[in-house]
């Protein structure tokens, strides 16, 4: 099946700093990537859909200035957690749909994960 | 409101038992359900994929079914092993290219 690469897998960071993680489709192209946020023994709860060249969409009560998206190319998003606290930490991840033939979508695939623990 | 439920939220079995995990979702018009395992601490693998238009799918012990009508899907486990110890989420696409709702999981425990 198609790859996602997430990376880092694991950061820590004090509070105050920003953190980027990275979502790569190493063989295909992602027009869309969505980005998850998990707490522990829960589900994972999207936080945004990250459109190529264009603005993310977030969901309702999820706080666009801290969780900057960036969709630069078909292969590449980045969700920056900007000036984090310590309930920022979490496990983040990004998923991206690989484009079917015709109008078709096939399976989601997903990164790893980011551990983030703000101290 | 798109929602996806998953029971039991639990399961413990031995070893070499088959069993069933159930998935339920509040809109018919699903266009494809996705299961999949995350192990503690890690991302998701996906399993098995089940377009709109099938009613099931198999990769080695596991099946997969689709029923529309009823709103569920179940995944099938035959002769379970300690290795299959992990959390099992379903998710559904409600629309084409959209974000998958995720039910809460199943922990299964497999006991040697």
């Known amino acids: 099946g198609a790859v996602v690469s997430q990376h880092p897998s694991r950061v820590i960071c004090k509070s105050g700093t920003s953190v980027k993680i990275e979502c790569r489709s190493l063989d295909f192209q992602a027009t869309t990537m969505f980005w998850y946020r998990q707490f522990p023994k829960q589900s994972l709860m999207l936080m945004a859909t990250?459109?190529?060249?264009?603005?993310?969409?977030?969901e309702q009560g999820v706080e666009k200035d801290k969780f900057l998206i960036n969709h630069a190319s078909l292969t590449l998003s980045t969700l920056t957690v900007t000036s984090a606290h310590p309930e920022d930490s979490s496990f983040y991840i990004c998923?991206?749909?690989?484009?079917?033939?015709?109008?078709?979508?096939?399976?989601?695939?997903f990164g790893q994960g980011t551990r983030l623990t703000v101290v | 409101k798109q929602e996806v439920t998953q029971i039991p939220a639990a399961l413990s079995v031995p070893e070499g038992e088959n069993l069933v995990l159930n998935c339920s979702f509040t809109d018919s018009a699903i266009y494809n359900l996705q299961w999949f395992r995350q192990d503690p601490g890690k991302g998701l693998t996906s399993l098995l994929l089940i377009q709109s238009s099938q009613r099931e799918q198999t990769s080695g012990r596991l099946n997969a079914s689709l029923d529309k009508s009823s709103g569920r899907s179940t995944l099938y486990i035959a002769a379970s092993q300690p290795g299959d110890s992990a959390t099992y989420l379903c998710?559904?696409?409600?629309?084409?290219?959209?974000?998958?709702?995720f039910g809460k999981g199943t922990r299964l425990s497999v006991i040697a």
């Open positions: 990250s459109n190529e060249g264009s603005k993310a969409t977030y």
């Open positions: 998710a559904a696409a409600f629309r084409g290219n959209t974000p998958l709702v």
């Open positions: 998923s991206a749909r690989e484009r079917g033939g015709g109008k078709g979508y096939t399976e989601a695939f």
